[in-house]
């Protein structure tokens, strides 16, 4: 069984810039969300994607966007990058709602980004 | 407002010694509790989780979790803590409801440093 894997690992950018992380979910897991850790926080909830939609989002403006692909696989994409937009962004999978497994969130471990 | 906090940023413990991390939220109804693990580097680690019934949880890696409602609390504990538990730890809850099914809400979380 594999694990939820992340990439880039690292990336860095310059404000105003854009940027696209991508994650591909446990197998077996339907549902994808994606979190921000900032340095010396816990992770915020940003968005969750189910069957190819966006299935709640957090406090977070317009310019956070995703898609999640046919095999559950997702992106995120960050438009007009500022420079508070650096950390690390987590994609997290789940099985669907109403499992027992829903709530049971497997994590990546991250892809680190650095705004300049 | 409804929070999950941990009271403690920083722990220092000897190896040997037992550990008690502290988890308190604010919820009008009890929700999902988790522990999480996070390691440089690395992604969260899930450690346990209460989502009904005994409310002492047995978790991996030797670590254990009560649950407590009169006190709103889900404190983590491992009495004998190794040099390899290093890492920060995340408590978390998801809010029973259906609109945020699967959406962590983390606490600031702990950074465990263990002393040889």
């Known amino acids: 069984e594999t694990g939820v894997t992340q990439s880039p690992t690292h990336l860095i950018k310059t404000r105003g810039q854009q940027v696209t992380l991508r994650c591909s979910s446990q197998s077996g897991h339907n549902t994808v969300s994606w979190y921000q850790q900032a340095l010396g926080q816990g992770p915020q909830f940003i968005f969750q994607y189910y069957r190819e939609e966006e299935n709640g989002r957090g406090n977070f403006p317009p310019r956070f966007s995703g898609l999640q692909f046919p095999n559950y696989s997702s992106e995120l994409n960050v438009n007009a990058l500022e420079l508070d937009d650096s950390a690390l962004y987590l994609c997290?999978?789940?099985?669907?709602?109403?499992?027992?497994?829903?709530?049971?969130?497997?994590f990546g471990a991250g892809s680190r980004l650095t705004v300049l | 407002a409804q929070s999950v906090t941990q009271p403690d940023i920083h722990i220092t413990v000897s190896e040997g010694a037992s550990l008690e991390l502290r988890c308190n939220y604010s919820y009008g109804a009890t929700p999902y509790l988790f522990w999480y693990v996070q390691s440089p580097g690395q992604g969260l680690q899930l450690l346990l989780k209460?989502?009904?019934?005994?409310?002492l949880v047995q978790g991996i890696k030797g670590f254990e979790a009560e649950f407590k409602r009169s006190q709103s609390s889900f404190n983590l504990r491992k009495p004998s803590v190794h040099w390899s538990d290093a890492a920060e730890y995340f408590c978390a809850v998801v809010p029973r409801g259906g609109s945020t099914l699967g959406r962590l809400y983390f606490g600031r979380g702990t950074q465990l440093t263990v002393w040889p």
């Open positions: 997290a999978s789940s099985l669907e709602r109403g499992s027992s497994g829903a709530n049971v969130l497997t």
């Open positions: 209460y989502f009904s019934g005994d409310t």
